[in-house]
Structures are given as structure tokens and as C-alpha cells.
């Protein structure tokens, strides 16, 4: 799957060992998936803690707490009709050293929460966008490193955020409850045949094999990968999946080629179907 | 729709702290040196164009806020000392004791290194954030693709390998975007068919920025290469160069040698590459047949878990080069293919070089490719090599062909689970429950793989691991 025809040989077993998929999108709860940008908000908004434990998961962990924070901003810039989101922001950012400053005037390193190792503030007059991005980046990058991070975009045109601040911190403690709040669970990313698997992020697992749709019993994925229980109708997202993939894809059993959706570098979505042989 | 709508200007402004950070473009050499401590140590001009631009990022519209790293080491010093192409087996020898002594990787600049990795993140974050909003909508498989970070990827080159213009291999993903958006960037297109060079052109390519690098071509496509003015086309036999002299006279050919490639995964040296011993025979075949000579060309193989091997071909090619003037062919082109990793999955963290040391950092539980050298680790060998075989003035244009390097990481699959079969582990007892899921979209071309297998399974082995047992690996 990975590589196709050269995947098969190389890159399955070479660059392309995680094999597993990055994240299980759950179905019935892809459906109720307001229902989780409401709770997405709320948890924000309220300046909630989000709290992770599980070193293994940590920094997955650290990526949904900061697409919360991220997903929280957008919500309130979008509230508050944000006019001029493509305005380049002024950016302070603070390394975890306290060194780094890039392209930046002066801000307030954000310090809330404690023991703060890395934060961000943005200016008034930046994207409100840019400064959630940056907020969730930096977020996951911080909790990366096992820190503790506030990420804290300042003065942002939110009624969530009157006070001008939006919070989120994250620290070392409990990691299934935000998946779910998020709509899919996060897994590590597996090592194909490695003996035990995925290691679990918190609920049962169970071993699983993940064959392809055709009726050949080769196209199998991979094998004994500790997953949650799927269901039909879950999606399964593989990362990496660039090189040597839709080139040697082909339409064997009658099964079309993937469709794409494409993010262009100037910000425009164009989703590409391919068309079905009826 | 939230995201799609949020997505776009998280990404734009982060690309622009990034171009704030490197200045623009991000790796475009400019001369300026940030510090006192490298400018005093050398003149500028001996400098690599990679350490100008690391040391001394050009200083755009934020003027002056751009920190200077801290740490600055300029490139180790040539350690070879007279004649600066032995011949073998001495060259063997002299390259590793050159690798021994490992070349310097790039500074690092902690500020730049935090905004690209924040880039990196919010690029994924989006993502994964279209993938959940798009599913709902989708009954197959489908990619997301996101082509900012071909971009990413893009400047990452230019910034390791400065000197070195890449041409995309359009064979490892021929998507129009993808083509468009590296034409766009400035890179030029590795080409390996008439079907290849046809998508290239009709997109607005240049054929001067393209290369028909297949060693062996089928006489129609060479044709249609000529009718399009793709002159630059590789061979490595006395056969295919014969071929070109006949359907396009005028063709700059490149001279594809054979390098080691022992430590790859995918060998392409079983099937391609000239031996050096052979070059002044190509040389005088090719002033008999009419074929001007421009370049050497090489291809370490796919999957190289040696870092080292990537600044020894070039040390190759030199030979080569060497070779060719010998018999009166001057050239002025070096192509050192592709190989490059596309994501650092995998990649040793500690920047080991060589496939066991990077295993003898351990965590991977036996698996061979659990670990790999990093492209920086890659780059670092081939910087030194150039310095040392190709300096900055003497005339070689230098390429390369990465394909997976700019795509891999751009694509995100998702694919949708159409059916379920629990069944019981027999070995261990009937507790023991096993999920056997099949899913939408994961079709490979396994079953093309299969044709060239010839014994069947071990029986208990999965067919990926079956592979791994039939592919010869060489130390």
C-alpha cells in the first residue's frame, strides 16, 4: 500500500515502517462531529485543563490539546468576523532557552499555568488564525518535550475570550478522555511487526490485521497492530502516503483509484473525485 | 466549513513568520555574514554558499530580528591531501577515512529550527483536521494533499543543498499539482517517459528543465523527446547510446555510472549503471556515433542506510569526470540522482550515518529499517564530497533527482473500514480475539510485486515480512 511497486519492495520495509495509521476516525462519532467542535470550544473557552499522562502517547496527546486550542481560536475569530485574517501577524516567540525571537516586537511571554518552559503571544494586531496555529504548534512542540506549556494568544476579538485570553495547558496526566471529546482516538504510530504492537493508548485493544478491499489475500496492510475495535464505516488515516502510492495505484477488482482533496499553498481547497467506470 | 476555512490563513501566516525567519527565499545565498566570529575565520568567498546562508540569512523586511545562531561551526577541513582523485582501491580507502572523520552538519539555528517545526505542526494539524471534516462526505478512499509542504520540503533542499537543483522524479507521484507547484519553486523535472515529459511540458515546463533520465528508452520516446527539444537524456551502455545517435543526433547524453550502492534496499545497480572502468570506451563510442557527452549521472539506490555512500559516489563521479577528460571529453554536468528519505520516520535521532550505528542506537527490535540516516545526514556527506571533487567555480552543473523526498510526507490517506471478521487465535486459546479488518483504498500493487517473487511465503509469515526475507541484503 505504501509505496506500490516500489513500496512493496522498499518502502513498506524501509522508509514507510509506520504502517499503521496515525488516527481512527470513528464514525458514529465523525457524525456527531458539532457536537465535538461544541465541546472543542467549551473545553477552550473555559479555559479548561486538559490534562495527559501516558509517556507513549504524550505527544499525541499534545496534538489534540493543541488542535483544541487551535480549533477554540478559529471559533472565536470566526464569531467575531474577523476582517482581515491573511494580515501577517507580528510574532513573538519564545524558544524553550528564551532565545529565540523570530520577526518579532515586543510581547509578553506567556507564563500562566506554572512551570511554563515555551509560550506564545501574538499582537493585537496579527491574524487572529496565525495565532492559533502557532498556539497549537507550539503547544505540541513544547509537550513534546515532556514541558508543561501555556499557550496563550493575547488580546483576541472573542466573546469566549473577553478578557482577551484563551488558555489551554496541558500537562502530564490522562490521555483517553480528549481524544474522545475530539471525535477520534489517537494512536502512536506503529512499527509494522514489531512484537506487541501499538502500544495502547488507554481502552481495550484488540491484535488486528488490516487487509486491503480486494478478493486476493494479498493485499494485507499489516498485522497483530493493537488497535481499538473498528467498526465498518470507521476511517483508518495513514500519514505519508506521498511517494510511490497513487503512482502505482491501479483499478484491480473494479475498485476506483482514491480521490484527492488538495490544501494549495494559497489556502484554496479543491477536492478532485475520480471518475467511476459505471 | 470551520476548517477549510481556517486552515488556508493558518497556513499562509505561517508561512510568512517562516519567511520572516529565513528571509526570501528561505535559501537564497546573499553574501551576508550575520556574525563576527565566522567572518573573521575565512574570506567570504571560500565559504560554501550553505554556510552564507546559514550564517548570514539574508536580512529582508524584518531587518534585524533575525537572532544569530549560536552556535557556527564552518565545514570540517578537507582531509585529503594530494592527489584529490585516487584511483581504487585507494579511493575506497581515502573516502572512509573521510567519513570517519564526519563532515560538519549545518549549524543550527534554534529559532528557525522552532518556527519551521511549528509550521510543520500546524500543517499536519490541518491536515488531519480536513481529513475528520471531509469523511463524512466520502464513500472511498481518498488522499489529502497537501502541497505547502512540497513546498516545505522544497526549501529544505535548497537550504541543504544549495548548489544542487533538484529535479523532480515525476515517476515517484506525476500529480499535475505536485509538478506545478515544484515548476513554480523553481525545480527542474526528472523525467522517465514520453508520457512524463508530455504532463511536464503541457503543464509549462521548459525542456531545458527537464531530463529523460531512463537508461534504457524506447526509440519512439526518443523521438518525441527530440520533437520537444528534451535533449538531456542518460544512458549507460554502448547499445542505448548508439540508439540516441540514431533518433536524435543533437542529444546531450549522460553517462549513468555504476556507484556502490551495497547498502540500499532497493539495489538499482543490479539493473543499471556503467562500471567506471568502462568510460573511455562509452567516450569513443560516442564521438563515433555522434553523441555529445555532457555529464555523469548515478543512482546510490533507494533506501541507502549508509550516509557515507552519497559523498563517496560523488567522489565516483569525479573519477568519472577525470575519466572523460583523459579521452578528450570535457564534462560539465553531475547528476547524483535521487535516494533521499522522505520523512524523518525512523530517522536516527542522534544523527548516526550508517545503518548499524543507527541500529546499535537501539528501539528497534530487530527490525532492519526501523532506523535510517537523516537527509541532513545525507546532505552533509554530499556538501563535503562537492567541496572536495566539485568546488564552488569549477564549472559543474550539479542536480539531483529526488522523488519521495519532496512527496512522502504530502499526502495523508484515509480510507474507510468496509468489513469485519473477528476470530480466535487458536495458538494461545480461545480468549485471545483477533480483528481481521478490510478497508477501502489500500489496494497496492502487491499483486505486481508478486510476479517477480519466486517461492511463496513461509508459512506463518505475513508477505511484507516474507519480502524482507527474499531481498539479498549485503551487510
Same mark, same amino acid.
Given at each position: 500500500?505504501?509505496?506500490?511497486?516500489?513500496?512493496?519492495?522498499?518502502?513498506?520495509?524501509?522508509?514507510?515502517?509506520?504502517?499503521?495509521?496515525?488516527?481512527?476516525?470513528?464514525?458514529?462519532?465523525?457524525?456527531?462531529?458539532?457536537?465535538?467542535?461544541?465541546?472543542?470550544?467549551?473545553?477552550?473557552?473555559?479555559?479548561?485543563?486538559?490534562?495527559?499522562?501516558?509517556?507513549?502517547?504524550?505527544?499525541?496527546?499534545?496534538?489534540?490539546?493543541?488542535?483544541?486550542?487551535?480549533?477554540?481560536?478559529?471559533?472565536?475569530?470566526?464569531?467575531?468576523?474577523?476582517?482581515?485574517?491573511?494580515?501577517?501577524?507580528?510574532?513573538?516567540?519564545?524558544?524553550?532557552?528564551?532565545?529565540?525571537?523570530?520577526?518579532?516586537?515586543?510581547?509578553?511571554?506567556?507564563?500562566?499555568?506554572?512551570?511554563?518552559?515555551?509560550?506564545?503571544?501574538?499582537?493585537?494586531?496579527?491574524?487572529?488564525?496565525?495565532?492559533?496555529?502557532?498556539?497549537?504548534?507550539?503547544?505540541?512542540?513544547?509537550?513534546?518535550?515532556?514541558?508543561?506549556?501555556?499557550?496563550?494568544?493575547?488580546?483576541?476579538?472573542?466573546?469566549?475570550?473577553?478578557?482577551?485570553?484563551?488558555?489551554?495547558?496541558?500537562?502530564?496526566?490522562?490521555?483517553?478522555?480528549?481524544?474522545?471529546?475530539?471525535?477520534?482516538?489517537?494512536?502512536?504510530?506503529?512499527?509494522?511487526?514489531?512484537?506487541?504492537?501499538?502500544?495502547?493508548?488507554?481502552?481495550?485493544?484488540?491484535?488486528?490485521?488490516?487487509?486491503?478491499?480486494?478478493?486476493?489475500?494479498?493485499?494485507?496492510?499489516?498485522?497483530?497492530?493493537?488497535?481499538?475495535?473498528?467498526?465498518?464505516?470507521?476511517?483508518?488515516?495513514?500519514?505519508?502516503?506521498?511517494?510511490?502510492?497513487?503512482?502505482?495505484?491501479?483499478?484491480?477488482?473494479?475498485?476506483?483509484?482514491?480521490?484527492?482533496?488538495?490544501?494549495?499553498?494559497?489556502?484554496?481547497?479543491?477536492?478532485?473525485?475520480?471518475?467511476?467506470?459505471? | 466549513?470551520?476548517?477549510? %476555512?481556517? !486552515? @488556508?490563513?493558518?497556513?499562509?501566516? *505561517?508561512? $510568512?513568520?517562516?519567511? /520572516? +525567519?529565513? &528571509? #526570501?527565499?528561505?535559501? =537564497?545565498?546573499?553574501?551576508?555574514?550575520?556574525?563576527?566570529?565566522?567572518?573573521?575565520?575565512?574570506?567570504?568567498?571560500?565559504?560554501?554558499?550553505?554556510?552564507?546562508?546559514?550564517?548570514?540569512?539574508?536580512?529582508?523586511?524584518?531587518?534585524?530580528?533575525?537572532?544569530?545562531?549560536?552556535?557556527?561551526?564552518?565545514?570540517?577541513?578537507?582531509?585529503?591531501?594530494?592527489?584529490?582523485?585516487?584511483?581504487?582501491?585507494?579511493?575506497?580507502?581515502?573516502?572512509?577515512?573521510?567519513?570517519?572523520? %564526519?563532515? !560538519? @552538519?549545518?549549524?543550527?539555528?534554534? *529559532?528557525? $529550527?522552532?518556527?519551521? /517545526? +511549528?509550521? &510543520? #505542526?500546524?500543517?499536519? =494539524?490541518?491536515?488531519?483536521?480536513?481529513?475528520?471534516?471531509?469523511?463524512?462526505?466520502?464513500?472511498?478512499?481518498?488522499?489529502?494533499?497537501?502541497?505547502?509542504?512540497?513546498?516545505?520540503?522544497?526549501?529544505?533542499?535548497?537550504?541543504?543543498?544549495?548548489?544542487?537543483?533538484?529535479?523532480?522524479?515525476?515517476?515517484?507521484?506525476?500529480?499535475?499539482?505536485?509538478?506545478?507547484?515544484?515548476?513554480?519553486?523553481?525545480?527542474?523535472?526528472?523525467?522517465?517517459?514520453?508520457?512524463?515529459?508530455?504532463?511536464?511540458?503541457?503543464?509549462?515546463?521548459?525542456?531545458?528543465?527537464?531530463?529523460?533520465?531512463?537508461?534504457?528508452?524506447?526509440?519512439?520516446?526518443?523521438?518525441?523527446?527530440?520533437?520537444?527539444?528534451?535533449?538531456?537524456?542518460?544512458?549507460?551502455?554502448?547499445?542505448?547510446?548508439?540508439?540516441?545517435?540514431?533518433?536524435?543526433?543533437?542529444?546531450?547524453?549522460?553517462?549513468?555510472?555504476?556507484?556502490?550502492?551495497?547498502?540500499?534496499?532497493?539495489?538499482?545497480?543490479?539493473?543499471?549503471?556503467?562500471?567506471?572502468?568502462?568510460?573511455?570506451?562509452?567516450?569513443?563510442?560516442?564521438?563515433?556515433?555522434?553523441?555529445?557527452?555532457?555529464?555523469?549521472?548515478?543512482?546510490?539506490?533507494?533506501?541507502?542506510?549508509?550516509?557515507?555512500?552519497?559523498?563517496?559516489?560523488?567522489?565516483?563521479?569525479?573519477?568519472?569526470?577525470?575519466?572523460?577528460?583523459?579521452?578528450?571529453?570535457?564534462?560539465?554536468?553531475?547528476?547524483?540522482?535521487?535516494?533521499?528519505?522522505?520523512?524523518?520516520?525512523?530517522?536516527?535521532?542522534?544523527?548516526?550515518?550508517?545503518?548499524?550505528?543507527?541500529?546499535?542506537?537501539?528501539?528497534?527490535?530487530?527490525?532492519?529499517?526501523?532506523?535510517?540516516?537523516?537527509?541532513?545526514?545525507?546532505?552533509?556527506?554530499?556538501?563535503?564530497?562537492?567541496?572536495?571533487?566539485?568546488?564552488?567555480?569549477?564549472?559543474?552543473?550539479?542536480?539531483?533527482?529526488?522523488?519521495?523526498?519532496?512527496?512522502?510526507?504530502?499526502?495523508?490517506?484515509?480510507?474507510?473500514?468496509?468489513?469485519?471478521?473477528?476470530?480466535?487465535?487458536?495458538?494461545?486459546?480461545?480468549?485471545?480475539?483477533?480483528?481481521?479488518?478490510?478497508?477501502?483504498?489500500?489496494?497496492?500493487?502487491?499483486?505486481?510485486?508478486?510476479?517477480?517473487?519466486?517461492?511463496?511465503?513461509?508459512?506463518?509469515?505475513?508477505?511484507?515480512?516474507?519480502?524482507?526475507?527474499?531481498?539479498?541484503?549485503?551487510?
Amino acid at each position: 500500500m505504501n509505496d506500490g511497486l516500489y513500496g512493496s519492495f522498499n518502502c513498506i520495509l524501509y522508509d514507510h515502517v509506520t504502517c499503521a495509521p496515525a488516527l481512527v476516525l470513528a464514525d458514529r462519532e465523525l457524525n456527531a462531529s458539532a457536537a465535538a467542535d461544541d465541546a472543542i470550544a467549551r473545553i477552550s473557552a473555559d479555559a479548561s485543563t486538559v490534562t495527559v499522562t501516558d509517556a507513549v502517547g504524550l505527544s499525541h496527546a499534545a496534538d489534540l490539546a493543541a488542535a483544541a486550542v487551535e480549533r477554540a481560536v478559529v471559533r472565536a475569530a470566526e464569531a467575531a468576523a474577523a476582517e482581515d485574517a491573511e494580515e501577517q501577524c507580528n510574532a513573538l516567540v519564545m524558544g524553550g532557552d528564551g532565545s529565540g525571537v523570530v520577526g518579532g516586537e515586543s510581547a509578553s511571554s506567556a507564563g500562566a499555568g506554572g512551570a511554563s518552559s515555551g509560550g506564545v503571544g501574538f499582537s493585537a494586531a496579527g491574524s487572529v488564525a496565525a495565532a492559533a496555529s502557532m498556539a497549537g504548534s507550539l503547544a505540541r512542540a513544547a509537550v513534546a518535550r515532556s514541558a508543561t506549556v501555556a499557550a496563550t494568544p493575547s488580546a483576541m476579538a472573542s466573546p469566549a475570550a473577553a478578557g482577551g485570553r484563551v488558555r489551554a495547558s496541558v500537562s502530564p496526566a490522562s490521555v483517553g478522555a480528549p481524544s474522545r471529546a475530539f471525535g477520534y482516538a489517537a494512536l502512536p504510530a506503529a512499527t509494522v511487526g514489531l512484537p506487541g504492537g501499538v502500544p495502547a493508548l488507554g481502552g481495550a485493544t484488540h491484535p488486528t490485521t488490516l487487509w486491503g478491499p480486494t478478493c486476493d489475500s494479498m493485499d494485507k496492510i499489516s498485522d497483530g497492530v493493537a488497535m481499538p475495535e473498528l467498526q465498518p464505516g470507521d476511517w483508518l488515516v495513514f500519514e505519508n502516503m506521498g511517494a510511490y502510492t497513487v503512482a502505482g495505484s491501479c483499478r484491480f477488482n473494479g475498485f476506483p483509484i482514491a480521490s484527492k482533496v488538495y490544501l494549495h499553498t494559497d489556502g484554496s481547497v479543491e477536492v478532485q473525485r475520480e471518475e467511476v467506470v459505471e | 466549513m470551520l476548517s477549510s %476555512a481556517a !486552515a @488556508p490563513s493558518i497556513r499562509r501566516n *505561517a508561512r $510568512a513568520l517562516l519567511s /520572516a +525567519a529565513l &528571509g #526570501a527565499p528561505p535559501a =537564497a545565498p546573499c553574501g551576508v555574514i550575520g556574525g563576527a566570529s565566522v567572518a573573521s575565520a575565512r574570506p567570504f568567498s571560500s565559504l560554501a554558499p550553505h554556510v552564507l546562508a546559514a550564517a548570514g540569512r539574508p536580512l529582508g523586511s524584518t531587518s534585524g530580528s533575525v537572532v544569530a545562531p549560536t552556535t557556527r561551526r564552518l565545514p570540517a577541513p578537507h582531509r585529503r591531501s594530494g592527489g584529490v582523485f585516487p584511483s581504487p582501491p585507494a579511493a575506497r580507502h581515502a573516502s572512509a577515512a573521510a567519513a570517519a572523520a %564526519a563532515p !560538519a @552538519p549545518l549549524p543550527v539555528d534554534p *529559532a528557525v $529550527a522552532a518556527a519551521l /517545526a +511549528a509550521e &510543520g #505542526a500546524a500543517r499536519r =494539524a490541518a491536515v488531519l483536521d480536513m481529513v475528520r471534516h471531509q469523511a463524512p462526505h466520502h464513500a472511498d478512499a481518498f488522499y489529502v494533499v497537501d502541497l505547502a509542504e512540497v513546498a516545505a520540503k522544497h526549501a529544505q533542499w535548497r537550504s541543504e543543498l544549495p548548489r544542487v537543483r533538484p529535479y523532480f522524479a515525476v515517476k515517484c507521484n506525476d500529480d499535475p499539482h505536485i509538478v506545478a507547484t515544484l515548476a513554480r519553486l523553481g525545480a527542474g523535472f526528472d523525467c522517465a517517459s514520453k508520457g512524463e515529459m508530455s504532463m511536464a511540458l503541457r503543464l509549462g515546463v521548459p525542456p531545458s528543465d527537464i531530463i529523460f533520465a531512463h537508461p534504457a528508452k524506447q526509440p519512439s520516446h526518443i523521438r518525441y523527446a527530440r520533437e520537444k527539444g528534451v535533449a538531456r537524456m542518460t544512458f549507460d551502455n554502448e547499445e542505448e547510446l548508439r540508439k540516441i545517435g540514431r533518433e536524435f543526433p543533437g542529444a546531450q547524453a549522460v553517462l549513468r555510472i555504476l556507484t556502490d550502492d551495497s547498502a540500499s534496499v532497493c539495489r538499482l545497480g543490479l539493473k543499471f549503471g556503467a562500471p567506471l572502468d568502462s568510460v573511455p570506451h562509452l567516450m569513443a563510442v560516442a564521438k563515433e556515433a555522434g553523441v555529445e557527452v555532457v555529464g555523469i549521472s548515478y543512482h546510490v539506490g533507494s533506501g541507502n542506510g549508509n550516509a557515507a555512500a552519497f559523498g563517496d559516489a560523488v567522489r565516483d563521479a569525479r573519477k568519472a569526470f577525470d575519466l572523460a577528460a583523459a579521452a578528450g571529453v570535457k564534462l560539465r554536468l553531475l547528476d547524483i540522482g535521487g535516494g533521499f528519505p522522505g520523512s524523518e520516520i525512523g530517522a536516527s535521532g542522534s544523527g548516526a550515518d550508517t545503518l548499524p550505528a543507527a541500529r546499535a542506537e537501539g528501539g528497534d527490535n530487530g527490525n532492519p529499517y526501523a532506523k535510517h540516516p537523516s537527509f541532513s545526514a545525507m546532505a552533509t556527506h554530499i556538501r563535503a564530497a562537492m567541496d572536495e571533487c566539485f568546488p564552488e567555480g569549477c564549472g559543474v552543473e550539479l542536480m539531483a533527482e529526488p522523488g519521495r523526498f519532496f512527496v512522502k510526507s504530502s499526502h495523508a490517506l484515509a480510507v474507510n473500514v468496509v468489513g469485519k471478521r473477528t476470530t480466535v487465535d487458536e495458538a494461545t486459546g480461545a480468549l485471545a480475539e483477533r480483528e481481521s479488518v478490510c478497508v477501502w483504498g489500500a489496494r497496492l500493487c502487491l499483486c505486481a510485486l508478486w510476479c517477480g517473487v519466486q517461492s511463496p511465503p513461509a508459512p506463518g509469515l505475513s508477505a511484507l515480512h516474507s519480502l524482507a526475507l527474499l531481498r539479498p541484503r549485503v551487510k
